[in-house]
Every structure is written in structure tokens, then in C-alpha cells.
């Protein structure tokens, strides 16, 4: 699976993003999910989604906040960040899994895009 994202910028405290993640390759994934890694920081969870059945998990910071969601026709993933905080600046990861238990660890997931910077402005 190769993993290509795009959508991240600079905004205001407030303000909202879209991410988007493309997914290519003939793998097979069951959980597809979003991490972020703030500068000098280790790579957090922040919201994931089963492929079929498209059950979601978040992280209790973005919880209420964010929705993750897939287009399985387009095998795009997506990530809204609405009311975004100057504590979600972080470069956002998108990655996919091939296990079937729900995890929130970067180390159980088995393909990687290559990261876009989100900034928050206060």
C-alpha cells in the first residue's frame, strides 16, 4: 500500500482542515487511521476507522472535534479538523493496517504517507 497525503496549511485558532490521503497498491487494509507528531514529541494516535463497516475511534483530545472518514470507491481517507487549537500544530501522519484488532499504536500499523504540517495559529 503506498500512502499519499495532502491538505495541510497554516489557520487560525478556531478554523478547520480537511485532510486528505490517498491510498494505491494492491494490499489489503482493515484499519486505516491518522497520527501527529508535534515537534520534539513522540508520534500520537489521533483517530482511526475499520475499512468495511467504517467503525471510528479518536483520541479523547479530538474527540467531538475531528471526523475521520473514507470514500472506498475513491480509497481516499479523510480527517476534518474543526475548532483546531494551537496545541494540534503538528506534522499529520496517515497509515494503514492490515491487522484486524482496533489499536492505537504507530507501531501496529504497517504502511506510512509521508506526513503534512498542520499550524494553528493563536
Known amino acids: 500500500v503506498q500512502l499519499q497525503a495532502s491538505g495541510g496549511g497554516l489557520v487560525q485558532a478556531g478554523g478547520s482542515l480537511r485532510l486528505s490521503c490517498a491510498a494505491s497498491?494492491?494490499?489489503?487494509?482493515?484499519?486505516m487511521g491518522w497520527f501527529r507528531q508535534a515537534p520534539g514529541k513522540e508520534r500520537d494516535f489521533v483517530a482511526s476507522?475499520?475499512?468495511?463497516?467504517?467503525?471510528?475511534f479518536y483520541a479523547d483530545s479530538v474527540e467531538g472535534r475531528f471526523n475521520i472518514s473514507r470514500d472506498n470507491a475513491k480509497k481516499t481517507l479523510y480527517l476534518q479538523m474543526n475548532s483546531l487549537k494551537p496545541d494540534d500544530t503538528a506534522v499529520y501522519y496517515c497509515?494503514?493496517?492490515?491487522?484486524?484488532?482496533?489499536?492505537?499504536?504507530?507501531?501496529?500499523?504497517?504502511?506510512w504517507g509521508q506526513g503534512t504540517l498542520v499550524t494553528v495559529s493563536s
Open positions: 497509515a494503514a493496517r492490515s491487522g484486524i484488532i482496533l489499536t492505537t499504536s504507530p507501531l501496529s500499523y504497517d504502511y
Open positions: 497498491g494492491r494490499s489489503f487494509s482493515n484499519y
Open positions: 476507522i475499520r475499512w468495511s463497516g467504517g467503525s471510528t
